[in-house]
T-cell receptor, first 112, second 115 residues
Framework: GENVEQHPSTLSVQEGDSAVIKCTYS??????FPWYKQELGKRPQLIID?????GEKKDQRIAVTLNKTAKHFSLHITETQPEDSAVYFC???????????FGKGTTLSVSS | NAGVMQNPRHLVRRRGQEARLRCSPM?????VYWYRQLPEEGLKFMVY????????ESGMPKERFSAEFPKEGPSILRIQQVVRGDSAAYFC?????????????FGPGTRLTVL
């Protein structure tokens, strides 16, 4: 089955710096890759996703890149702010209507 | 449009009791997924259901756990004879139609504590 590895497990940056979180997946049939942000005690919230027919997607300060050949995808946050502090999870799935397989999460701390 | 609803938000049970967790998907969503999150860990898939059907239960423990999504009413995750290791946050998510958008929207979770 699918296995998703996520690095780093913790990341500390200064406000205004960029943050990059990387994930690799094992199942070449996976074609949907969402990123979720989870604040302490809250639900995971989708912040951006990418499908396998696209190499990059941007939404304001957040971008995701996908390399299907190498089976890895990354989350990029620019101009980080203290409110970006949270746990970020990457996930992969084969197709619509199937389970998401999550990485173990990255705790991002942005200090002002 | 109300989001995914889960209740109770917090549930305390003693070892050996039963736990029932409820999930109402977003309006118009017919697919429900249950995930378990242990402290300081990621989310682990448990089961995927459509109305009156279990589609994928590959992540469910073989014993004590069961799930249903009846024609009417919420999806229910049932844990019989709970043990301390069942203490976790249980999230459900819903999505619209298979074959289309796979975006899954998560509920607020039920935090189960087993004493």
């Amino acid at each position: 089955g699918e296995n998703v590895e996520q690095h780093p497990s913790t990341l500390s940056v200064q406000e205004g710096d960029s943050a990059v979180i990387k994930c690799t997946y094992s199942d070449s049939a996976s074609n949907y890759f969402p990123w979720y942000k989870q604040e302490l005690g809250k639900r995971p919230q989708l912040i951006i996703d990418i499908r396998s027919n696209v190499g990059e997607k941007k939404d304001q300060r957040i971008a995701v890149t996908l390399n299907k050949t190498a089976k890895h995808f990354s989350l990029h946050i620019t101009e980080t702010q203290p409110e970006d502090s949270a746990v970020y999870f990457c996930a992969a799935s084969r197709q619509a209507g199937t389970a998401l397989i999550f990485g173990k999460g990255t705790t991002l701390s942005v200090s002002s | 449009n109300a989001g995914v609803m889960q209740n109770p938000r917090h549930l305390v049970r003693r070892r050996g009791q039963e736990a029932r967790l409820r999930c109402s998907p977003m309006k118009g969503h017919s697919h429900v997924y249950w995930y378990r999150q242990l402290p300081e860990e990621g989310l682990k898939f448990m089961v995927y259901l459509q109305k009156e059907n279990i589609i994928d239960e590959s992540g469910m423990p073989k014993e004590r756990f069961s799930a249903e999504f009846p024609k009417e009413g919420p999806s229910i995750l049932r844990i019989q004879q709970v043990v301390r290791g069942d203490s976790a946050a249980y999230f459900c998510a819903s999505s619209p139609l298979a074959g289309g958008d796979n975006e899954q929207f998560f509920g607020p979770g039920t935090r189960l504590t087993v004493l």
